[in-house]
């Protein structure tokens, strides 16, 4: 039989292995993994069930409420009270101490109210609904977001993989490039200044692999927070930039058309305004009055010992019913003063909308513009790289032949690796101009 603490360290080490297996994600699997686990997107959430429960609150406070009260009292001296002697024979003018009462007693009622009328009960109602529909705007324009975040962190790791990948092929074909370089000087044919041209474009081409190793470290940890997950999560990424790239062009998304009043942006706003009205509303309802009704029902017990246990003891029995009505009067100015100010913030909410509208319409436009601008600029870059390669390449020809110097060539490969940097660079800007746009749109999230 084998040893069951051998048994049980396998079994730990397995499942520590199973645990930092790395996770497998496309974009989309990213965003749907997000919109579930990002801790803003659940919080939002929880936004929601909140926004449900006052609700529920604010509706079951004018429903019949019931409560019941238990009140236990044992004088440790009872109170005296002197009366005129001459009420048990005494002489007038003289007075006797008496104490009325028990010296325990014990008090149980139970009061049912119910609200009748009350004008800011009624605001409230409305009120409730409208945080509802606030809480449910909210989390949309969180998903909104989180989607743009994870697309963004996942582009910015493409990005820092493709970096990698190509800067080490630079290093490989410097590598070789300065080897050979340095035996044609160690053989007499070849200035010492080419090898020490080539070795600085190679140190300078390494310094950059270094950070960008760096940055590749960081850009992997600003995804695992964007998705929910903890920051030094092994991650591995299905997608590549040139394909979510190609996947992102769509000029026919340029002529989409969407109304402002449309947008997360807008009916936030609109929902401020709308809050801002029934504050209006709540102020003037403090004008009007309020009834409410109740009846109230118990018993009571007296001894001046601790008999109220016992079957004995006496019990007598009360009710009341009986309605409340409230009429304000008079608050020297101070109920218009508060209606008058909740005017002011409902009329600059009224503004808020109209400026909300305006700068969302600019919005859209920037954003069409910057996407456009993407595009454009990814196949300009698209160019510049092909023209930088062939460039490049005739320069290495060219000065392994000894027609141009270690400087052209120099200068051509600096060219190259910019030409490379910003062709990837474009390629991000193309998915993030694209998540922007639809963004500002209020896409839906499929």
């Known amino acids: 039989m084998k040893n069951p603490i051998k048994v049980l360290l396998l079994f730990s080490i397995t499942l520590s292995f199973a645990q930092e297996s790395p996770t497998n994600l496309s974009l989309d699997e990213a965003i749907d993994y997000a919109l579930k686990n990002n801790r803003q997107s659940m919080n939002a959430a929880r936004d929601i069930d909140a926004a449900k429960q006052q609700k529920w609150e604010t509706t079951a406070s004018g429903l019949p409420q019931i409560s019941a009260s238990v009140d236990y009292q044992n004088f440790l001296k009872q109170q005296v009270q002197v009366v005129p002697a001459e009420f048990f024979g005494g002489m007038p003018g003289e007075f006797e101490e008496v104490i009325f009462g028990t010296k325990q007693s014990v008090n149980a009622f139970a009061t049912l109210s119910q609200k009748i009328f009350d004008g800011s009960y009624l605001v409230g109602l409305q009120s409730a609904k409208v945080f509802l529909d606030i809480s449910k705007n909210a989390k949309t324009k969180t998903d909104l977001e989180v989607r743009k975040g994870v697309i963004d962190a996942y582009g910015n790791v493409l990005l820092a993989e493709e970096s990698v990948a190509i800067l080490k092929r630079n290093i490989t074909v410097l590598e070789k490039n300065l080897f050979e370089t340095t035996k044609i000087y160690e053989n007499g044919l070849e200035e010492e200044e080419s090898v020490e041209q080539l070795q600085i474009t190679l140190s300078g081409v390494q310094s950059s692999l270094n950070n960008t190793e760096r940055l590749r470290t960081l850009a992997y940890q600003m995804l695992n927070i964007t998705l929910g997950l903890e920051v030094d999560n092994n991650l591995v990424l299905t997608d590549n930039l040139k394909s979510l790239t190609t996947q992102n062009i769509s000029l026919n998304f340029l002529n989409t058309e969407t109304s402002p009043e449309n947008t997360i942006d807008y009916l936030i706003a609109q929902n401020d305004t709308e809050a801002k009205a029934l504050m209006v509303k709540l102020e003037q309802s403090k004008a009007l009055p309020t009834l409410n009704a109740f009846i109230n029902g118990g018993y009571s017990g007296f001894s001046d010992e601790f008999t109220f246990t016992e079957s004995s003891q006496p019990w007598f029995g009360s009710s009341l019913v009986g309605v409340n009505l409230s009429i304000p009067i008079f608050s020297s100015g101070m109920r218009s003063a508060s209606t008058q100010r909740a005017k002011i913030n409902f009329e600059k909410a009224k503004t808020d909308l109209i400026e909300t509208e305006q700068n969302i319409k600019f919005q859209i436009k920037a954003a069409k513009s910057d996407y456009q601008f993407a595009i454009e600029d990814y196949e300009n870059k698209q160019e510049n790289l092909e023209l ?59």
Not at 398 to 422: D, I, P
């Open 388 to 446: 930088a390669k062939r460039i490049e390449t005739k320069n290495q020809t060219k000065f392994f032949e000894g027609v141009s110097s270690s400087f052209e060539l120099r200068q051509a490969q600096t060219q190259l690796y910019a030409a490379q940097q910003e062709f990837l660079q474009a390629m991000l800007n193309v998915i993030n101009s694209k998540a922007q746009l639809e963004t500002v749109l209020n896409t839906p999230i499929n």
